[in-house]
């Protein structure tokens, strides 16, 4: 991983912490440089680094500002889909889509570069995710899931994918929370188990370094999820269909 590329994820995440609001001044670069551990030029290539893709701005005589929310990029292009989920629900196929070409990558990526503390993020997103599944509670359960996902991203340690990943955040949680209650309720029992089996199946395959297995883990439990709910869709426009048929009475 460029040296660059690891400072941009340093920096990300020190002006989140500080709580930097967009339009807002950076520190200095000597302060930035020390409280990164880096070098000032290392810390001026990340610098152009966000600036490329809009998230600083650096003006001469004045510093480096904040231009868009670091967690929130690339939100702005991404929040008409929010709207779009709402007016229909099978927009959710769609989700899953991207999400198949967008986490095959990350999840290989991850088993490649995952760090010890990487290692341990992702194993605390998943006991966090089968304890809630343990309690019965399905909103906390989906959190879960999508920071498991995102733990995931991150552990990739590629700036972009990991950007995507964040503004995708919140609709990947509405889809994960969505799909979860469409399978309990109207599946059989089995899908929490599949889909508990394909997590640690994922995280397993990262722990060890396997990056052809993960991206086949993670193309499998989408697909997983795909087939289901497209399934679970059929059942019921099919007894939505039943129900409009006129009842038949047997004259005696």
């Known amino acids: 991983m460029r040296l660059s590329d690891q400072v941009a994820e340093k ?3 020190l002006i989140q912490a500080q709580g930097i609001a967009p339009g807002g001044r950076l520190p200095a670069e000597r302060s930035l440089a020390e409280q990164l551990g880096v070098s000032r030029t290392a810390l001026r290539e990340a610098i152009q680094k966000l600036s490329s893709h809009g998230i600083l701005v650096s003006k001469i005589g004045s510093g480096t500002f904040l231009q868009a ?3 929130q990029w690339p939100q702005q292009s991404i929040s008409p889909l929010a709207a779009l989920m709402l007016e229909d629900p099978h927009y959710r196929y769609d989700v899953l889509e991207a999400r198949a070409a967008l986490e095959s990558n ?6 490649l570069r995952a760090t010890d503390e990487d290692k341990e993020k992702i194993q605390r997103c998943y006991e966090q995710m089968i304890a809630h599944q343990q309690r019965g509670d399905v909103t906390q359960s989906a959190h879960a899931d999508a920071q498991f996902h ?4 991150e552990a990739s340690h ?6 995507v990943m964040r503004g995708l955040f919140d609709l990947v949680l509405s889809t994960v929370a969505q799909n979860r209650r469409v399978m309990f309720i109207h599946d059989s029992p089995s899908s929490q188990d599949k889909l508990t089996i394909q997590h640690e199946s994922l995280m ?3 722990l060890a370094g396997d990056p052809e297995r993960a991206r086949s883990i993670i193309s499998d ?15 019921i426009a099919r007894r939505e269909r039943s129900a409009r048929l006129p009842s038949l009475e047997i004259q005696p």
């Open 11 to 13: 920096l990300l995440s």
């Open 158 to 163: 590629n700036l972009v994918l990991l950007q």
């Open 221 to 235: 439990h989408l697909e997983y999820v795909r087939v289901t709910l497209h399934k679970m869709d059929d059942d």
């Open 204 to 206: 397993q395959a990262i």
């Open 69 to 71: 929310a670091a967690h």
């Open 150 to 153: 995102l733990a995931i991203a």
């Open 106 to 111: 990350t999840a290989a990526l991850a088993a």
